[in-house]
């Protein structure tokens, strides 16, 4: 990119607080905008993220910002990337933070394996800024390459906390109990209803990420979400040839479903194949808050000049993939982002209750079960549509004893018939067997 391109400055309206000029948008979501930005008395570049607080009320996200910028004021570090200052209007949230230029990680992982000691590079430089978040109480809970910024200088720098958790999240037992991270990079215990350590989570998706790094591609992949936990919660992976042996024998050590007999990260900084030309950074240090206060979510304040809207995407919730991916990672057909509630959920009951708690819901329901094989029903309805019958398919994934994964499929009616069945009928009826839905709109919040 040009230098002048980049530090050119937005439109006469874009000084904001006669501190920040705010340039173009570096990206977007459906309650806050990235700009490029530029500190008008240091002249340095920084990234600014615009919230506003209406749309954090709507979304029900209120708990989600707060958590994000408290944890982002508890850690500096120079791997994870850093809130320089918050600022608040009548209407919008400003958070000010470190402008990381070079891209996401999962760019370079995208195009195949790394060569091993950069992936170790990476890789330590990964565990030193988690190390020091989990000694600060804080869990990430969604690490993952798309969250893996890399700034001019090819250093690694850890980003959205949007979803970790802090020490007052915790049970008194000390462990966290909502189910948070990507399919593909969550840990098995995660899904589990017994709770889980989530600094023994963040060392999980930290192992997925090291075996895409050596590898070029995922350890558990499949055609759906439930063939790849079911992996997952065995553990059921393969080490390409071309991966050293120092290498194999770590990963081996951390993509182990048994959290406690998982590698910590003290195991991992004593590993021969880490410590390779490991340097512990020496300029990290709790950050004091020189916040005045506490961030006011509230619509009261000074106003500054408001910036043009454009239209925004729809906001994806903890379990889908927000990233454009594509080979070797694509998981797109796994969410789809199109309005369908629900698509998928979670119980806690095994198999066989779920399945017999759907037969007497379609019994409820007015549905006549038309087709059963194994843990796969599928059930059509009584009255006729606006293109006829509706029908659906119901298919029941046992992916550990205590952990069922159900999916619903349209197999035959009008969608939105469908769409307003599922939503009126079928969640409410299931409420009592569902841990939490995936497809809705109702599993953005993590809060423990």
Known sequence: MDPKQEHQPGPPSSVIFNKYEMGRVLGQGNFAKVYYGRNLVTNESVAIKVI???????????????????VMRLVKHPNIVELKEVMATKTKIFLVMEYVKGG??????????????VARKYFQQLISAVDFCHSRGVTHRDLKPENLLLDENEELKVSDFGLSALPEQKRSDGMLLTPCGTPAYVAPEVLKKKGYDGSKADIWSCSVILYALVCGYLPFEGENVMRIYRKS????YELPDWVSNEAKNLISKLLVAN???????????????FQIGFIRPIAFSMKESYFEGDIDFNDDGVEVNNEVEKPA???????????????GFDLRSLFETRKRSPSMFISKFSALAVLAKLEAVAKKLNFRVIGKKEFMVRMQGNREGRKGKLAMTVEVFE??????VVEFNMSSGDTFEYIKFCEEEVRPS??????????GDNNNDCQQ
Not at 233 to 236: L, T
Request: net charge positive.
């Open 233 to 236: 919660f065995r553990a059921e």
């Open 104 to 117: 996401e990680l999962f760019t370079k992982v995208n195009k195949g394996k790394l060569k091993e000691d």
């Open 259 to 273: 959290p406690e007999k998982r590698f910590s990260i003290i195991d991992i900084m004593n590993d021969p194949w």
């Open 313 to 327: 995407r729809p906001f994806y919730n903890a379990f889908e993939i927000i990233s454009s991916l594509s080979h």
């Open 52 to 70: 506003k607080k209406e749309k954090l009320k709507k979304e029900r996200l209120v708990k989600q910002i707060k958590r994000e910028v408290s």
């Open 399 to 404: 992916v550990a004893p205590e952990v069922a």
């Open 430 to 439: 299931l409420k009592d067997i569902v841990w939490t839905w995936q497809g």
